[in-house]
């Protein structure tokens, strides 16, 4: 493949018009030769004025290689595959639309990828703001909920108990060719919650033999707004966890039984560990995980739930 850029950095949005432009600007404000990468933007739908600031911004930095197209297929794993087509660049670099990448970012992925030939992909550390108050039920067990991933100071190879999140990953553009591109079947849609389209991808690469790194200097801030600890929310994320996997692992009875029976051990031990909180008077904390729990199993048994 005769690559136009190093690498593109790509951008999924969805009705984040109030961060998109912040998370653009994040990556042009990099120490990185503007000649050597490029910015896409796919915007799936949005109905919230994304599409006239990506308008706006393209006219008053018309220098810059950035471009934005629609995805009418609804769905992030529509929109993260128009992303890799659309990509010219040797390494395709996925940010969030409501997440703003730190300095060394691009530089840091590119020359990590060029350092090691072998290394197929590789995802970095997500580092949560928060926009509002923290509730009291909030524990370390819903990391996954606002977006946090941090493996520890050192580069590690992940090897498919932890995986790279969408808000911070990067793959090789050959690996589409070779994979295949995002499960369009999985993920989020719209409003719905179904989870697990990157957790694929990644399984597939691994199972092609190819090397996974996560860098903790690859780091990007993820924005967690005040509905996300909404108690519907909640419910709908944990759900769509469920959901997902069931859907991913559709055709495989042997696996469908091992995953539940997972789950469901996971929601005794959800239980029996939150009587530690209970000892601590945090009742909140007991209940919100012992829910969390049980609604991942709730969405395995019942996927259309998730959606």
Not at 22 to 51: H, M, P, R
Request: include cysteine; aromatic fraction near 16%; charged fraction near 25%.
């Amino acid at each position: 493949m005769n690559a136009r850029f190093k690498i593109s950095a790509v951008i999924c949005s969805y009705n984040r018009a109030r961060f998109i432009i912040d998370a653009i600007e994040s990556i042009f404000n990099q120490d990185f030769d503007k000649n050597l990468y490029e910015v896409i933007v796919v915007d799936n739908n949005s109905t919230d004025g994304t599409l006239e600031r990506l308008q706006n911004f393209k006219v008053q930095h018309a220098s810059l290689n950035f471009s934005f197209f629609t995805e009418t297929n609804q769905g992030v794993a529509h929109t993260r595959t128009r992303c890799a087509k659309e990509a010219q660049g040797e390494i395709v670099a996925y940010l969030d639309d409501d997440s703003k990448a730190q300095a060394g970012w691009l530089q840091q992925i590119v020359d990590f990828f060029h350092q090691h030939e072998d290394v197929y992909s590789i995802g970095g550390k997500i580092t949560p703001y928060f926009l509002t108050g923290i509730p009291d039920w909030y524990s370390k067990y819903f990391f996954g909920l606002v977006g946090k991933f941090d493996q520890g100071p050192d580069i590690k190879q992940l090897k498919g108990q932890r995986y790279p999140c969408g808000a911070n990953m990067a793959f090789r553009k050959k690996v589409f060719d070779e994979i295949g591109y995002f499960n369009t079947a999985l993920g989020r849609s719209g409003k719905g919650l179904l989870a697990t389209e990157e957790k694929d991808i990644y399984l597939r690469i691994l199972k092609h033999g190819k090397k996974v790194f996560y860098l903790p200097g690859v780091e990007v801030l993820h924005a967690v707004e005040s509905n996300k600890f909404d108690r519907d929310y909640v419910r709908r994320h944990s759900m769509g966890i469920g959901g997902g996997e069931r859907l991913r692992l559709k055709g495989q009875p042997f696996a469908l039984v091992v995953k539940l029976l997972e789950y469901k051990a996971k929601w005794v031990y959800a239980v029996l560990y939150g009587f530690g909180f209970l000892f601590k008077r945090q009742w909140s904390k007991f209940t919100m995980l012992e829910r969390f729990r049980w609604w991942v199993v709730i969405g395995f048994l019942f996927p259309s739930k998730a959606k």
